[in-house]
């Protein structure tokens, strides 16, 4: 069993959403970071630098994994279990260069623009750099949708997860999706890929355990799952 340290964040929603998908059991512990991740104790033990998501994977034999970072965490579940990384050569690549692109690039950038958007509205320079930079990362994955249905170019991938709760999330950082945008696109792969009733348990995961009695960031605004697919 595994016990996961999250919050209904762009970040913290990677997490459960995988371990939904892939059907594997945890235990979901809701971390209160109003006052920061480095007020939370059983959160720096397992995570040094304070952040969610966290997990601890309990294994049969008696030890216990922990681990951080929501790139590296979902690699690992997805080595638990076949499903959420293409085995061919090209499209495993592909899929992890475009979850490093979402865990490097397109999330820091959402969250440093949004960070200033409310603290320092008057720091234009710090605003134009990381909204655009947040900007043209959208547009990447327009284009990368555009072309093919999953952003590794074969099947629904954690390259997805990845990105999906920031997209939800663009708002946040100022953006305004465009009709034919990446939130379309990546709630057209939650609703419509073949897994389809694995995507709304992990919905249903989401939204009645992680956003249980929190105002919420934008968790769960947009995305609506539907009882039939
Ligand atoms: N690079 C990290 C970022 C994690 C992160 O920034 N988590 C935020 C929530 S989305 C957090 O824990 N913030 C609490 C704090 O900074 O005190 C990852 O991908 O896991």
Redesign the pocket.
Known sequence: MMDVYT?P????I?VPIALEELGLPYRLHR?D?SR????VPE?VAINP??????IIDRLADGQSVPM??????LLYLAGLKPGLVPTAAIAHASTLSWLFLQ?AGL??NF?NAGFFLRNDPSNRVAIERFQGEARRHLALLEQRLAECEWLNGESYSIADIAHFGWVRSAAYAGLKLSRASVCECMGRTHRTAGNCSARHRAMQGLESGLSRGLSG?TLATRYQPRSRC
Request: glycine letters at 20%; zero cysteines.
């Open positions: 919050s964040t762009p970040n913290g990677k971390v970071l920061g991740g480095i007020a959160l630098n304070a952040k969610i998501p966290a951080f970072e929501s790139g590296a965490i865990v999330g820091p969250g960031l």
